[in-house]
């Protein structure tokens, strides 16, 4: 639904399908890279926003991912991957930013559920060891049933009167701090997401709506997005909006396009003059 948000100083421009547009786009390459491993998919579950038990001052989110990539060629001794030292355990090394308390961490190969040795986290990385030699060419699931990562920085919050508006910004290289990636991956994958979000809140992502949230308790509700096209992480959009906010949409360009805004501050004027701004933009991109 929302491959791509403007958050204006009143309002938030959402496109549905304007992601189909972008990830036909030609796809970056960086020879420095070696394609050993190459992403294929997330799923992804992100709770917010939570505080810190310690500190009720600092903002955070929860996370949840199940990540499917592909081993191209044999990751072990011989690999740059692996060090002299442990060459008895084969190793992967993923992007973070300040993601922490990694809770049932697993790795699944043909169905096979195998045996992690050692997850190592630094301020921006996460290490993975397997208790053998090699890790095989293959499709791979990775599952990290738990995280936390701070809201600040990829996830940020703005004051939008009684309540706070959240929204993602991982555009160019921030997508670490909501989930693992592999060395700054420029690869297109595709995005299937959940939110939990606070009952009177609207979320928004990079995917549709698949149904009316469901409530959980008596403070949490959870929305479920479809699967979005293949793009690059740093196109992944999600936005949290609180219940002051309505929209208004138009279909003029053959994209659905959507303005959520403010309606105690912003007058229905205002956001039909930002709704056909953005359409104007639209018209120049297809």
Known sequence: MIPWLLLYLFGAVSSED?????STLPQYSDSRIPPILRPLSYDLQLQLPLSEVSDPDVPLFTG?????????????????FISDSTSNRA????DIIMLDHFENVSLVYNGNELEIFNVQLTDDSMELSVDQPVLFPG???????RYKGLIGSAIYYRDAGEHAVFGSHLFPN?????FPTYLGSTEKVTFSITMVHPIGTIALTSGASESY?????????MTTFSTTPSITPSMLCFL????????IESSYTGINISVHYNKFRVQKEQARHLLHTATQVLALLK
Not at 174 to 178: I, T
């Open 64 to 80: 949840r991912c199940v990540m499917q990539y592909e081993i191209n060629q044999q990751i072990g001794p011989e690999s740059a």
């Open 240 to 247: 949290l909006l609180p219940h002051e906010y309505t929209h």
């Open 139 to 145: 499709r791979y699931t990775l599952t990290i049933h």
């Open 18 to 22: 304007l992601h189909k547009l972008l």
């Open 174 to 178: 921030r997508a670490p701090a909501v």
């Open 91 to 94: 190793k992967i090394k993923f």
């Open 213 to 221: 949230p469901r409530k959980m308790d008596d403070n949490w509700q």
